[in-house]
């Protein structure tokens, strides 16, 4: 399983050829892999296909997702409304970026699992 275009999708490896589902009933795709690399965040996988388009892939952790959810959307945040011009939205605004600069090194830490399991899919991907 992994993540493609904020939604999950099912990634299959089988005897050299790779095929992907995108819907959950939909129909296996079959993926001519011309190379297999490490995009600029080491936990996603960037894939050059024959007809020269990229696919960027994230691979789920176990039992992050199932064959059942294909298709369904993650992340985002629906209907929200914008912050206003007053100072305490500027404030919020402020302690929000203070929080995700101070909290950042902790995200990469707790990446690299999925790391882990990138480069063993980009390993499975670069044998077919």
Request: aromatic share 8%.
């Amino acid at each position: 399983m992994v993540h493609l275009k904020y939604r999950i999708a099912a990634l299959r490896i089988r005897n050299g050829a790779t095929a992907l589902r995108t819907d959950r009933d939909g129909p296996w795709d079959p993926v001519r892999v011309v190379s297999v690399g490490r995009a600029l965040r080491p936990w996603v996988i960037k894939i050059q296909l024959v007809d020269g388009s990229h696919l960027y892939l994230r691979p789920c952790l176990p039992r992050e997702a199932a064959i059942t959810e294909c298709g369904r959307s993650i992340g985002g945040i629906a209907d929200t409304e914008k912050l206003g011009d007053d100072p305490v939205s500027g404030v919020i605004a402020v302690l929000g970026i203070a929080f995700y600069v101070l909290a950042s090194p902790f995200f990469l830490v707790s990446n690299w699992r999925r790391t882990r399991m990138a480069a063993r899919l980009r390993g499975e991907l670069s044998r077919s």
